[in-house]
């Protein structure tokens, strides 16, 4: 089993105790650790101010002057942090940037389900991920209502995730719970870049007996993603009864390139042939897919190889 541990360390200063002041610009794949480095064909080009200075990490730059540095790389859209602002020059500094990979999916989701645990009389909740990487935890809501805006959270502490490239295998149980009421339960998970949910589980208690729902498919996903141009793509959706909606999907400037309506029912599947509504095949990429209905709009990342 492989783990990826990834320790952020923003800023490292090293200070040398030297007259002269000078600024070294590293950079670094947040996935595998590895340097993002000139001498090998890999690094990120450094940018002042908000121009290009023509150099690549790692770069050392002597004498460096007040100002806003960043990186950027093809391949990569979120860094940590995105720059650094020096307003003055006291001594020499070592600055590390930390890139995400744009075809990186941070959680791949096997099930999520709910059961009735006799021995606590509480909804335990279990889900499995197939695979997770750049994951910092989960959080779990509830409502006595299908309406996720009503939900509270019920995890205050967030429950770690264990970035593993195995199968991973969380559980949760829930006593503040009663006979006679139903309980619709989201999962969300919480990575580096930002947060997902996925769709309710629900279970009605009566007299210590239950009604569960069966394992349920995320409310939007994709897949295979990434996937080469002039191939497909698989997005699967799910929406509540009686509503209707979109599943649109936008290129990185936030263009529509192609919309497709959408009706009510769970796991339903929409074939993507990466072409846009003209029928021109689209080109590689990072593009958004986004499912807006009167109960839900969430937005995914899809990303278009060669």
């Known amino acids: ?35 993002l480095d000139w001498n090998v064909g890999t690094g990120a080009d450094i940018f002042y101010d908000g121009f290009p200075t023509g150099f690549q990490t790692p770069h050392v730059i002597v004498n460096y002057q007040p100002g806003v540095y960043s990186v950027q790389k093809n391949g990569y859209s979120d860094w940590f942090p995105v720059s650094v602002s020096f307003d003055a020059i006291y001594m020499n500094y070592t600055f590390q ?68 490239s195995d199968v991973s295998i969380y559980q949760h149980t829930d006593v ?31 007299d210590h007996t239950t009604t569960e729902t069966p394992a349920i498919t995320p409310s939007l996903s994709g897949g295979p993603n990434p996937f080469k141009a002039g191939t ?27 919309t497709h309506k959408v009706t009510e029912g769970s796991d339903q599947l929409i074939k993507w042939d990466g072409r846009d509504s003209k029928g021109n095949v689209c080109a590689s990429g990072v593009y958004f897919y986004k499912l807006s209905t009167p109960s839900l709009n969430e937005t995914r990342k899809l990303v278009i190889v060669d």
């Open 1 to 35: 089993m492989r783990k990826f541990m990834v320790t952020l360390m923003f800023l490292t200063l090293i200070c040398v105790g030297a007259s002269a002041y000078d600024l070294t610009i590293k950079a670094f794949d947040m996935v595998t650790g590895d340097e």
């Open 176 to 206: 503040e719970v009663e006979a006679g009421h139903t309980y619709y339960y989201w999962l969300e998970s919480v990575d580096m870049v930002g947060s997902q949910f996925f769709n309710p589980v629900t279970i009605t208690i009566e």
């Open 97 to 164: 940037f930390w890139g995400v990979p744009d075809d990186i999916t941070p959680v791949t989701l096997n099930s999520f389900t709910s059961t009735y645990d006799t021995s606590t009389n509480g909804v335990k909740l279990t889900w499995v991920s197939q695979s997770e990487v750049i994951m910092l935890g989960y959080r779990l809501y509830r409502s006595e209502t299908p309406r996720q805006a009503d939900a509270i959270l019920i995890t205050p502490t967030m429950i770690e995730a264990t970035n593993s």
């Open 232 to 258: 497909s793509t698989n997005l699967y959706y799910s929406v509540k009864a009686g509503e209707t909606g979109t599943l649109t999907v936008y290129n990185i400037l936030g263009q529509v390139v192609k």
